[in-house]
């Protein structure tokens, strides 16, 4: 479930919420990428504190840990501040992604008007039309001889055919 900027600070306390502070929406679009990179340092560090916590404590209710960590009721603001710090560097890697994306999109782009300018600059290929321009396409001659039937036997298997039959008929 989503934590209000109030509850974080609530559970927080002032100085560890000015480490979440410039997370949240306007501040976040106005930071550079070395200040976010900065930023998300720190608030791994603090995950990883509030993770380590967490993990001592429950180590020390099964009774395998040191026995001061064995606090309860700090448990749940422990799981809750470190989701908060959780939620702070998804939004902090979110705008990295989107950092990222723009710049990929703006080194595209001016690639792809380098292309067009070289494109443009290219000289124009006309070939000349060759000795057949504007007559069309001439026929190549085949080195082959004529093949088929010669003219003279065709249609003769069929008077064959015919004058036979007649023959039996007759």
Same mark, same amino acid.
């Given at each position: 479930?989503?934590?209000?900027?109030?509850?974080?600070?609530?559970?927080?306390? /002032?100085? !560890?919420?000015?480490?979440?502070?410039?997370?949240?929406?306007?501040?976040?679009?106005?930071?550079?990428?070395?200040?976010?990179?900065?930023?998300?340092?720190?608030?791994? /560090?603090?995950?990883?504190?509030?993770?380590?916590?967490?993990?001592?404590?429950?180590?020390?209710? %099964?009774?395998?840990?040191?026995?001061?960590?064995?606090?309860?009721?700090?448990?749940?603001?422990?799981?809750?501040?470190?989701?908060?710090?959780? !939620?702070?560097?998804?939004?902090?890697? %979110?705008?990295?992604?989107?950092?990222?994306?723009?710049?990929?999109?703006?080194?595209?782009?001016a690639a792809?008007?380098?292309?067009?300018?070289?494109?443009?600059?290219?000289? !124009?290929?006309?070939p000349q039309?060759?000795?057949?321009?504007?007559?069309?396409?001439?026929?190549?001659? %085949?080195?082959?001889?004529?093949?088929?039937?010669?003219?003279?036997?065709?249609?003769?298997? %069929?008077?064959?055919?015919k004058a036979?039959?007649?023959?039996?008929?007759?």
């Amino acid at each position: 479930m989503a934590t209000t900027k109030r509850d974080e600070r609530a559970l927080l306390g /002032e100085a !560890a919420y000015q480490v979440v502070a410039p997370t949240h929406y306007p501040e976040i679009e106005a930071l550079p990428a070395e200040e976010l990179r900065s930023l998300a340092n720190r608030l791994r /560090e603090h995950h990883a504190k509030a993770r380590d916590l967490l993990r001592e404590g429950r180590r020390a209710r %099964s009774g395998k840990g040191d026995a001061r960590r064995a606090a309860t009721a700090e448990h749940g603001k422990l799981a809750q501040r470190k989701q908060v710090y959780a !939620a702070a560097l998804k939004r902090v890697n %979110s705008r990295f992604d989107a950092l990222t994306e723009e710049r990929r999109r703006e080194e595209h782009r001016a690639a792809m008007r380098a292309a067009l300018a070289r494109k443009q600059a290219a000289r !124009a290929a006309h070939p000349q039309g060759g000795p057949t321009a504007g007559r069309g396409m001439r026929a190549n001659p %085949s080195g082959k001889g004529h093949r088929g039937v010669n003219p003279g036997r065709v249609g003769s298997v %069929s008077q064959q055919n015919k004058a036979a039959q007649a023959r039996r008929d007759g």
